[in-house]
């Protein structure tokens, strides 16, 4: 009979053990990387507003689209967008627990692949055509789903390993030139190009944790957001001329 009651007692047991583990598994996550330091006052403000604008101003472009192909490629575009702002704004201004605060964090992190595949997606659709847009589509949209699964399964990465994988997956386009100034003109191009510069300076920024690490107010973090905006509008632009010259 002790036999069956110790038996039962350990099997008991081992859910209790793996969700200990798993606990443990989200604080240690939620803790790696976090400032010891008290972050600066306006972290997750400039998300915050931009996240209502980047949903009115998607919704322009889905409204006016002329093409049901320039509809869907902007809502993939709008929701990407919404959802990376949206959640960093809630990420950054709340106090949470370790647990949710892993939670966000994965999806912090995993949005910015999202965006970055979202933002090719109505430039892709509406300017390129045949084999070089199934390429182009295949490639960031798979390099966005290993991205995620990479952020999601390794919340402790080092920057060093994963901002460069974000830079990596935004300049894609650099091998498809060609086909998108042939098809969007010289405005296009260089929206896309001003839009990539500004994303990857800010992630040099954000991997160097420079300028302004014990900043009070606006550090390397604001600077960051700050420069996602605005390549988020360069890229807004891009795909509105995209989109409104579709026919």
């Known amino acids: 009979m002790r036999g069956r009651e110790l038996s039962a007692v350990r099997r008991a047991t081992v859910p209790c053990r793996y969700n200990l ?15 010891t ?8 403000w400039l998300h915050l507003g931009a996240a209502p604008l980047a949903l009115i101003a998607g919704m322009v472009l889905m409204v ?17 967008a919404v959802m990376l702002f949206g959640t ?16 966000l964090r994965r999806l912090d992190h995993a949005n910015i692949f999202l965006i970055i595949a ?13 084999t070089t847009r199934i390429v182009v589509l295949s490639v960031v ?15 402790g990465a080092p920057r060093w390993m994963y901002v460069p994988l974000y830079v990596a997956l935004g300049w894609v386009a650099i091998g498809f030139i ?58 807004y632009i891009a795909a509105a001329i995209a989109v409104f010259n579709a026919s």
């Open 21 to 35: 583990r798993y606990r443990r598994f989200m604080v240690d996550s939620a803790a790696t990387d976090t400032p």
């Open 37 to 44: 330091i008290s972050k600066p006052l306006l972290r997750g």
């Open 64 to 80: 006016f689209a002329p093409t049901l192909a320039g509809r869907v490629s902007s809502a993939i575009f709008t929701l990407t």
């Open 88 to 103: 960093s704004a809630v990420y950054h201004r709340g106090t949470w627990t370790p647990q949710t605060l892993a939670v």
């Open 118 to 130: 979202g933002t090719y997606t109505p430039l892709t659709v509406i300017l390129l055509e045949g």
């Open 141 to 155: 949209w798979g390099g966005a789903i290993l991205g995620v699964l990479f952020r999601v399964l390794w919340l």
């Open 178 to 235: 060609r086909p998108f100034y042939e098809a969007g003109g010289a405005a296009v191009v260089w929206l896309i190009v001003a839009g990539g510069v500004c994303y990857t300076v800010g992630a040099v920024f954000y991997g160097f944790t420079w300028p302004g690490k014990n900043a009070r107010y606006f550090g390397y973090h604001e600077a960051f957001h700050a420069l996602t905006i605005v390549a988020f509008t360069c890229h």
